[in-house]
Structure formats: structure tokens, C-alpha cells
């Protein structure tokens, strides 16, 4: 029952700020819902419920390993929501608290799906509600960016469904009645009939790869992560990406069952170093520091793709790497709104010095690249630690290797960027900006807070969170 | 029971993709999308069954309502407003896309012989029929530069995965089939705003000026 509330409170939370009058007060209900969202995933995750195998949602491992996580993130974006659009009140923001609120419901919906058909209908679903999000800078650059989410994740998302029907047909030309339930799908194993499976996979993989941000069906994130606002693109790259991923770490469970997990992960192996190759190289050569959190972010898609094709070791490397990923992530990208509003534009070429005009977010910014890179005590060195090991394991030493080549680029392409924003002297129209914003400790302690949490993370590690990852490997990974 | 005019409908909607890869000017690529709209919702009262279950005559009517009616009014309107009434150079001519159109439809019948169909599904066009939509629809996407008609390449694409969701009618339970026809019309709807905004932020349709955004 509580999980459904998970879904339907937040709903109910996109209601109330659409019927609320007060532009000014109205992103209050933010942090509220966000607070009664993340007490609820906490009571769940630390009492996790029966879910009985044929029902269509549930908190089942899998959700309790990665939905704590995005209720965290939003939890506090929604914290840095409300003196963002306080910054913001030249522009209405009904629809924007209200979807944000929607996202939230449909992100708890897509988690916890167990049924092939809702799960399409809430990443849909997800994709659509964030559509407004993207362009609420209403300038031609963000309605370009739109655009072109729409069409390539509209493509993606139509594709998966595609997939889906294969799914089914497999079910039934194998002799089963069609039901697209996960546990009934996995029952039916080898039952499936084979060339449908892989159909199905390729389909699905592409298309909840393209919401994933895998490339080469990337090309939409660096645009809407670019023109989108920071506390959007934290949520896009925590939340709607993770939705995504564990769809496909869903599906690759049934497709393991079918007999046909060698391919599979094969396909994800390549797919997860194709794309820290593509993001690594990109990542050289950007300069707009909101597209190089995009790139960063389909690099680290990539890390989860590999580490999800490594069998159980390597999947609960990458659940560990949701999460570390998520809550870095997000300091990065509250931490470059802040530099945005404050040098005006956030190209290199446009941003210089800004080390001296806000000390604070300068610090948390350059903090949080070394995490993302990799910099010991913070959690994505322990995460990517762990997917190294599990690909040693799995005697993939050739594709580590490739792992480690791209973890060095990319590290070579983030310094290059930020250093290039934070170092040096103020241009004249960034000091004319940076008066107009002022470092409040309202700015500031969301994305410090998220740096925190994945230091304390990779610290110390709690052990009921690594005992939910493991949980999770045994739900996809029966052992017979 | 049905399956010759069941067939005969899909081949309908075969030549409509072709229909619509041939045509430039933007009137009679809605007409052509909204057509085939009606003709998949007619489809799925052609299904065998005993009893005609009103589950599926709902399916039927929202399909008929949704892809027929209102989206190509919204597109219509969208169009009007822009002042455009046809595509002018594609990035894929008319031959080439009617030839690739052609060639890919024939494709698809001989790939769909290859893949293992159910004995009652063995003599049906619907695999073929929703590959060959598919293919259309990615060529209206790639080929064609006003937002207009790459909305409708999307529309087409839908509408093939329609026809192989065809084959699972009576598995799929209504909700998730209701769950998927709200979330395309209201995709449509989701389009059709951003269409109007990027025709106001940039006084035109031409997505070929939406390349301010680079490496």
C-alpha cells in the first residue's frame, strides 16, 4: 500500500501546485512533497514488503536498491528549487513545480513497474511531463533543444514499445499466454521462442537505451542538458536515466532466463564502451561546461552499461554506481546553475575567473569533477573500483583496459573545462552578472549537501544499502 | 474469419506509407496520415473473436477518434498557422524515398518469412504491414526538414508499432492498451506545442535552422 502512495502522493502534491494561486509561495510545496516522498521511500527501504510475484507494481529488490536514491536527489534539488525560482519570478512557474511533482510520481511508477506494458506507459510518460521542464528558459536555443529530445527520445521510446509487442509474441509463439509480467516471462525461460527474444532485446535496448543517454542514440542530452535548467538536468541525469537503466536491467533478466544472457551482455559490453569512447572524445573537445555534464553523463551511462553486462558482481557494482553517480552528479550540476546565473553564459570562451566572483560554487564545482573523475575517498572511485574487479573477474581485461583509457580522457576533458572556467580573471560582463547574483547559503548547501552524501557514501558504505544491492543481483539472477 | 479483409485493410495501409513518401504538398500528407488512422482502427473489430467485446470496439472508436480526428486537426492548425503548404527540398527526394519506400516494403515481407509466426498468424500481413510502416516512418523522419512532416513520420511509425501490437490484442490487458493510446495523443498534443513555439521563436518550420546547438 505504501508503495502505491509513492506514486499517487506525489501525483496528488502535482495537483495541489497546479490549483495554488501564489506564484511565490507555490515552490514551497517542492521540498514538502519531497520530504513526505523520501520518508516514505525510507520507511520502505528499511521494511520492505512482500511483493507477491504476479502483481504489476511493487517494491521489489530491484526498486529498493535505486529509488531511495532518486527520492534523495530529488529531495534535495527540491531544496535548491525554491531560491531558484525565487532567482526566477520573472517567470510563471505552475507548470513547472506541478510536472516536477509529476516526474517525481511517474519516476516511483517506472521503478517499480513489473509489468513490460506499465513500464513503457510511465517512461513515456516520464519523457512527455519533462518536455515543459526543458524549455522553461523560453528562448529559441531551448525550443530547439525540445525539439530534438522529443524526436530522438519520442524515436526511442516508440522503439521500446516495439520491443515490447516482441516480448509478448515471444511469450505466446513459445506457447504462453502472452503475459507481459516480468516474473511470468522469466517463468517461461526457455519456453520463449529464441529469434523473438533477441528481436525484442535489440528493440528495447535501443530504445531504453536512447532514454538512458547510450551512445550513439546520445545526441539529444548535451542539447537538453545544455538549455535546460540545472535542477532539470540533475533530475533528467539521476532519475529518468536510472528509470531507463533499470528497465533494461529488467529485460536483460528475462532474456538471461530465454537463454540467450551471453548476447545480451555482449551487446551491452560493446554498447556501455562505445559510448565512454564517444564521451570521452566529445569530452575533449567541448566547451560549454552544461554539455560537458551531458557528455560526463552518457560516460557514466556507459560504466553502468558495462558494469551491467559483467553478471552479478558487476551489477551490483553498477547499482552502487546509481547511486554514486546520482548524488555527484547532482552537486555538479546545482553547482554549475549557480556559476550559469552568475557568469551569464556557460561557455568557457564567455566564463573565465569564476573562482573570484563566487568563491563557494567554484569550490563545490571543482570538488565535485574530481569526484565524478574518480578521486578517491568520494563514492564513484569505490563504484568503478568495484566494476574494474568484476571485469577482471569475469577475465575482460582487454575491455578494463578500454574502461581505464576512457576514465583518463575524460578526466583530461573535465579539467580542461573547468579549469578553463574557474581559473584566470573575470571578464567585464561576467563581474556585471555576478552582482546581480548573490551566493546565499540557500544555493549553496543543496549541491554541498549531495557532495557530503557521496563522500560519506564512499566512506562508509552502509551495510543494509550493499546488502539491497545484492538483494537486487538475486532477483535478476535466480539462482536455479 | 476475417483475415482476407483483414489483409486487404493492412495492404490499404501498405500503400498509404507510399502514398505518403510520395506526396510534397503538407494537406495531402495529413489526409494521407489521417486515413491510414481510420483504417488501423477499423482493424481490430476484423480480429476473430465470437462476441464482439465492447473492450475492443472502445479501442477501435478512440483509435478512429485519436488518429483519424483530432491529431490531424492539431496538425492541421499548426500548419495553417506556419502559412506552409508544402515540403520544399528534402533532404531525400520523392524518387529516391517512394524507391527505398518500395524496396523496404518488399524487405519486410521476405524478412517477416523468416521470422517464426504462430499458424494462425502465418498467412496475415500484419508483420510485414508494421515493419514496412516503420520503415516509412523513419524515412519521413531522416528525409523531410519541416517539423510538420516529420510529425507525421512519427505518426506512421506509431502506427506500425499499432499493427504488430495487433497481433497481442487479446493478451494485452485494456489498461495497458488504453495507457498507450493516452500517452501517443498526448504526445501528439505535446508535439504540436513545441511545433507552435519553434514557429514563433523562429518564425518557421524549417528544422534545418535548429543547428545552433553543435559541437
Redesign the interface.
Known amino acids: 500500500m505504501i508503495s502505491l502512495c509513492l506514486i499517487l502522493v506525489p501525483l496528488a502534491g502535482a495537483l495541489l501546485a497546479a490549483a495554488w494561486r501564489e506564484d511565490r509561495t507555490r515552490p514551497l510545496w517542492l521540498p514538502i512533497f519531497g520530504v513526505i516522498h523520501a520518508g516514505l521511500a525510507a520507511a520502505l527501504f528499511l521494511n520492505p514488503p512482500a511483493v507477491a510475484a504476479e502483481s504489476w507494481f511493487g517494491f521489489d529488490p530491484l526498486a529498493r536498491a535505486v529509488l531511495p536514491a532518486v527520492s534523495l536527489l530529488f529531495l534535495v534539488c527540491s531544496a535548491y528549487a525554491v531560491p531558484y525560482l525565487r532567482l526566477r519570478a520573472e517567470r510563471p512557474n505552475r507548470v513547472f513545480v506541478a510536472l516536477l511533482l509529476t516526474v517525481l510520481g511517474l519516476l516511483s511508477a517506472g521503478h517499480q513497474a513489473r509489468h513490460l506494458g506499465l513500464l513503457w506507459v510511465a517512461t513515456e510518460a516520464v519523457t512527455l511531463a519533462a518536455v515543459p521542464l526543458l524549455h522553461f528558459n523560453g528562448t529559441p536555443r531551448a525550443f530547439e533543444a525540445t525539439w530534438k529530445y522529443l524526436l530522438v527520445g519520442g524515436t526511442g521510446i516508440a522503439l521500446s514499445l516495439l520491443g515490447s509487442f516482441c516480448l509478448g509474441y515471444a511469450s505466446l509463439h513459445g506457447g504462453g499466454r502472452g503475459d507481459l509480467t516480468f516474473a511470468a516471462l522469466t517463468a517461461q525461460g526457455a519456453g520463449l521462442s529464441r529469434p523473438w527474444v533477441l528481436t525484442a532485446w535489440v528493440l528495447l535496448l535501443v530504445g531504453y537505451g536512447t532514454k538512458m543517454g547510450l551512445a550513439p542514440m546520445h545526441t539529444w542530452k548535451p542539447d537538453a542538458y545544455g538549455q535546460a535548467p540545472g535542477i532539470v538536468g540533475a533530475l533528467l541525469a539521476g532519475g529518468v536515466t536510472t528509470v531507463a537503466f533499470t528497465a533494461i536491467l529488467r529485460v536483460r533478466s528475462v532474456v538471461g532466463a530465454a537463454g540467450e544472457g551471453p548476447v545480451a551482455d555482449r551487446t551491452l559490453l560493446l554498447l556501455g564502451l562505445f559510448s565512454m569512447g564517444v564521451a570521452a572524445l566529445f569530452l575533449l573537445g567541448t566547451r560549454d561546461f552544461k554539455r560537458m555534464l551531458a557528455y560526463s553523463s552518457v560516460e557514466h551511462m556507459g560504466i553502468l552499461g558495462l558494469g551491467a553486462a559483467l553478471g552479478g558482481p558487476g551489477v551490483a557494482a553498477a547499482l552502487f554506481h546509481v547511486w554514486s553517480n546520482g548524488l555527484t552528479k547532482g552537486a555538479l550540476f546545482l553547482s554549475a546553475g549557480n556559476l550559469h546565473r552568475a557568469a551569464g553564459e556557460p561557455t568557457m570562451d564567455a566564463a573565465r575567473g569564476m573562482a573570484r566572483l563566487t568563491p563557494r560554487s567554484a569550490a563545490i564545482f571543482v570538488a565535485g569533477m574530481f569526484a565524478i573523475t574518480a578521486l578517491p575517498p568520494f563514492a564513484p572511485f569505490f563504484s568503478e573500483l568495484q566494476v574494474v574487479r568484476a571485469g577482471l573477474a569475469a577475465g575482460h581485461g582487454l575491455a578494463v583496459a578500454a574502461f581505464l583509457g576512457c576514465l583518463l580522457l575524460a578526466f583530461l576533458g573535465l579539467t580542461r573545462v573547468v579549469f578553463g572556467v574557474v581559473d584566470g580573471r573575470p571578464r567585464p560582463a561576467n563581474v556585471h552578472h555576478a552582482r546581480r547574483f548573490r551566493e546565499t547559503a540557500a544555493v549553496i548547501a543543496p549541491p554541498l549537501v549531495l557532495l557530503g552524501l557521496s563522500l560519506a557514501l564512499g566512506l562508509f558504505t552502509p551495510a543494509i544499502l550493499r546488502e539491497s544491492w545484492l538483494a537486487a543481483v538475486r532477483q535478476l539472477f535466480p539462482t536455479p | 474469419m476475417n483475415e482476407g479483409t483483414l489483409n486487404l485493410l493492412v495492404g490499404l495501409a501498405m500503400g498509404l506509407n507510399l502514398l505518403a513518401l510520395g506526396s510534397s504538398r503538407l494537406p495531402a500528407l495529413i489526409r494521407t496520415v489521417a486515413a491510414q488512422g481510420v483504417v488501423l482502427g477499423v482493424m481490430p473489430l476484423l480480429i476473430e473473436h465470437e462476441t464482439l467485446d465492447w473492450r475492443v470496439a472502445a479501442v477501435a472508436m478512440a483509435t478512429i477518434a485519436g488518429k483519424g480526428v483530432v491529431i490531424p486537426w492539431l496538425l492541421r492548425r499548426a500548419m495553417r498557422a506556419a502559412n506552409i503548404e508544402r515540403e520544399i527540398e528534402p533532404f531525400v527526394g520523392y524518387v529516391p524515398s517512394l524507391l527505398l519506400g518500395a524496396g523496404g516494403t518488399i524487405a519486410a515481407v521476405g524478412l517477416a518469412r523468416a521470422?517464426?509466426?504462430?499458424p494462425e498468424h502465418s498467412g496475415s500481413l500484419l508483420v510485414p504491414g508494421?515493419m514496412a510502416s516503420?520503415l516509412t516512418g523513419?524515412l519521413l523522419?531522416i528525409g523531410r526538414v519541416k517539423?510538420i512532416s516529420?510529425v507525421c513520420g512519427?505518426l506512421i511509425?506509431?502506427n506500425?508499432?499499432y499493427l504488430?501490437?495487433l497481433?497481442?490484442i487479446?493478451?494485452?490487458?485494456l489498461?495497458?492498451e488504453s495507457?498507450?493510446l493516452l500517452?501517443v495523443t498526448?504526445?501528439v498534443f505535446?508535439?504540436g506545442i513545441?511545433v507552435d513555439?519553434?514557429q514563433r521563436?523562429?518564425d518557421s518550420l524549417d528544422?534545418r535552422k535548429?543547428t545552433?546547438?553543435r559541437?
Open positions: 521470422l517464426p509466426l504462430l508494421a516503420v523513419f523522419l517539423a516529420q512519427y511509425l506509431e506500425g508499432i504488430f501490437g497481433l497481442l487479446h493478451s494485452t490487458p489498461l495497458v495507457g498507450i500517452d498526448v504526445g505535446v508535439i513545441i513555439r519553434i521563436a523562429f528544422t535548429l545552433t546547438l559541437e
